[in-house]
């Protein structure tokens, strides 16, 4: 069981070191204060499990201590300790969010019980909340699918660099399957057990991602209606994957910047800097160096991010894993489309493995999953694939025009011509379907001459 944290605050030594001493019999680790300043600025580090305070006390206050407890973290319980004459003070103090109170004199048994309690109601909190943002992201932990001597390569890479606490870029084409490789590293890693949280940075406008990474407080902007902890603070222990980060706003990357290196950050509309105990893991499906270069992503956060630069193969590089990828994808989607299927037949298999896969794994699961509702039998056939294939193609290669004009494309056609029959004019015409005088308009419009002519003599 981990070693709970306690952060005692009270103005008298005697009672403050009666505190110490009991707590750390009891096994736990203490840091004790003499006033509530000194405190909350220790507080504001992060890393305590709950708080005693006692509630008269000069400068600041126990119900001060508790307000900025509350502010800072919610979820830290807060136990007072009250004398005789003070009980409705103590009760006010639980109305205010106080976890317990406790009065003097009291047992060591007594404040024991007591912090058991909030100690595991703050680590049920702390599990629910995990829960619930797991489930938000609506993901489950998946691992890397492939025996291809490529993807063997990056699983030997993956557990390399698992164990470690380093910032890792990965690198590839979209649809390579990077978020996938993200929550390996995490699952192999000794962060496992804390949580896995993914930002999609595409998805969101600057001061949506600004609020989404770091939170805020209440009141910070319009529509801020109550306090909310960003996915920094919630990775807490764990894992963030700054998902496609080349797409982070200018300007927010030097408070991306200051978490990478100081690991800490502040709420949007607070001044309280809070620790950023997490790894990070970002991708990108761009030249990073490109965009360094247009000055569309800082230098120095580039040179942070690419600690572990870790490239992610597309799919036409391991065509071989496709038929366990196929595999995968049936069992996977049988659960989501309510029906299992026994496989896929051999022609359809083979056609799959022909195609060249712009979009990657992810259009590979896609098919299998479309072709997985409309199958008539119970393997999937090539009838059942053709249609998303041919799709596909299509799109592709529309993608693949220039858009230009047509005296633009008019010429790129002749000098293609003239290119295929080494210059040969007449040759070149009868294949363009117009006269050679026609040809040799054009080419002297266009100045165009062989290659060889063009060069100096």
């Given at each position: 069981?981990?070693?709970?944290?306690?952060?005692?605050?009270?103005?008298?030594?005697?009672?403050?070191?009666?505190?110490?001493?009991?707590?750390?019999?009891?096994?736990?680790?203490?840091?004790?204060?003499?006033?509530?300043?000194?405190?909350?600025?220790?507080?504001?580090?992060?890393?305590?499990?709950?708080?005693?305070?006692?509630?008269?006390?000069?400068?600041?206050?126990?119900?001060?201590?508790?307000?900025?407890?509350?502010?800072?973290?919610?979820?830290?319980?807060?136990?007072?300790?009250?004398?005789?004459?003070?009980?409705?003070?103590?009760?006010?103090?639980?109305?205010?969010?106080a976890f317990d109170y406790i009065k003097k004199p009291f047992e060591p048994d007594e404040i024991d019980m007591v912090l058991r309690n909030a100690v595991e109601r703050k680590a049920l909190l702390a599990e629910n909340e995990y829960l619930r943002a797991r489930v938000a992201e609506n993901?489950?932990?998946?691992?890397?699918?492939?025996?291809?001597?490529?993807?063997?390569?990056?699983?030997?890479?993956?557990?390399?660099?698992?164990?470690?606490?380093?910032?890792?870029?990965?690198?590839?084409?979209?649809?390579?399957?990077?978020?996938?490789?993200?929550?390996?590293?995490?699952?192999?890693?000794?962060?496992?057990?804390?949580?896995?949280?993914?930002?999609?940075?595409?998805?969101?406008?600057?001061?949506?991602?600004?609020?989404?990474?770091?939170?805020?407080?209440?009141?910070?902007?319009?529509?801020?209606?109550?306090?909310?902890?960003?996915?920094?603070?919630?990775?807490?222990?764990?894992?963030?994957?700054?998902?496609?980060?080349?797409?982070?706003?200018?300007?927010?990357?030097?408070?991306?910047?200051?978490?990478?290196?100081?690991?800490?950050?502040?709420?949007?509309?607070?001044?309280?800097?809070?620790?950023?105990?997490?790894?990070?893991?970002?991708?990108?499906?761009?030249?990073?160096?490109?965009?360094?270069?247009?000055?569309?992503?800082?230098?120095?956060?580039?040179?942070?991010?690419?600690?572990?630069?870790?490239?992610?193969?597309?799919?036409?590089?391991?065509?071989?894993?496709?038929?366990?990828?196929?595999?995968?994808?049936?069992?996977?989607?049988?659960?989501?489309?309510?029906?299992?299927?026994?496989?896929?037949?051999?022609?359809?298999?083979?056609?799959?493995?022909?195609?060249?896969?712009?979009?990657?794994?992810?259009?590979?699961?896609?098919?299998?999953?479309?072709?997985?509702?409309?199958?008539?039998?119970?393997?999937?056939?090539?009838?059942?694939?053709?249609?998303?294939?041919?799709?596909?193609?299509?799109i592709s290669a529309a993608s693949e025009i220039e858009i230009t004009t047509v005296d633009e494309m008019e010429h790129k056609l002749i000098v293609a011509v003239l290119d295929r029959f080494d210059w040969h004019q007449k040759r070149s015409a009868e294949v363009l379907g117009i006269g050679v005088r026609t040809l040799r308009d054009k080419m002297k419009k266009w100045d165009l001459k062989p290659a060889r002519q063009k060069m100096p003599a």
């Amino acid at each position: 069981m981990d070693r709970k944290t306690i952060l005692v605050v009270d103005d008298q030594d005697l009672m403050r070191d009666s505190l110490r001493e009991s707590l750390e019999h009891s096994g736990y680790s203490v840091r004790a204060f003499r006033n509530g300043k000194e405190a909350v600025k220790a507080f504001l580090e992060g890393g305590f499990d709950a708080v005693i305070t006692d509630l008269k006390m000069p400068e600041m206050s126990g119900i001060d201590v508790l307000d900025r407890c509350k502010q800072i973290a919610p979820d830290v319980p807060v136990i007072v300790i009250t004398a005789f004459g003070t009980v409705d003070t103590a009760v006010q103090a639980m109305k205010q969010g106080a976890f317990d109170y406790i009065k003097k004199p009291f047992e060591p048994d007594e404040i024991d019980m007591v912090l058991r309690n909030a100690v595991e109601r703050k680590a049920l909190l702390a599990e629910n909340e995990y829960l619930r943002a797991r489930v938000a992201e609506n993901k489950e932990v998946s691992f890397v699918v492939g025996e291809s001597k490529v993807m063997k390569a990056l699983v030997a890479e993956i557990d390399k660099i698992a164990a470690t606490s380093s910032t890792i870029l990965l690198c590839g084409e979209s649809g390579t399957g990077k978020e996938v490789v993200a929550r390996t590293i995490h699952a192999k890693s000794p962060r496992s057990t804390k949580p896995f949280l993914a930002v999609n940075c595409a998805a969101l406008s600057a001061g949506l991602l600004e609020s989404e990474l770091f939170g805020h407080e209440k009141g910070a902007f319009t529509g801020a209606d109550k306090m909310r902890k960003g996915r920094f603070e919630l990775a807490h222990g764990g894992t963030i994957l700054l998902d496609e980060v080349s797409e982070i706003d200018i300007h927010l990357q030097a408070k991306l910047l200051r978490v990478l290196q100081e690991r800490e950050f502040e709420r949007v509309g607070s001044s309280d800097t809070r620790k950023a105990d997490l790894r990070v893991i970002a991708t990108t499906n761009r030249d990073l160096t490109k965009s360094v270069r247009e000055g569309k992503f800082r230098e120095d956060l580039y040179f942070r991010l690419n600690v572990l630069p870790l490239r992610v193969p597309p799919l036409r590089e391991h065509i071989e894993d496709i038929p366990e990828l196929v595999a995968h994808f049936i069992e996977k989607c049988g659960a989501t489309v309510g029906r299992r299927l026994k496989g896929i037949l051999p022609d359809a298999l083979r056609k799959l493995e022909e195609y060249h896969w712009p979009g990657n794994v992810r259009e590979l699961e896609n098919i299998i999953e479309r072709a997985a509702v409309l199958a008539a039998g119970d393997r999937i056939d090539l009838c059942d694939i053709s249609p998303s294939l041919n799709g596909a193609r299509m799109i592709s290669a529309a993608s693949e025009i220039e858009i230009t004009t047509v005296d633009e494309m008019e010429h790129k056609l002749i000098v293609a011509v003239l290119d295929r029959f080494d210059w040969h004019q007449k040759r070149s015409a009868e294949v363009l379907g117009i006269g050679v005088r026609t040809l040799r308009d054009k080419m002297k419009k266009w100045d165009l001459k062989p290659a060889r002519q063009k060069m100096p003599a």
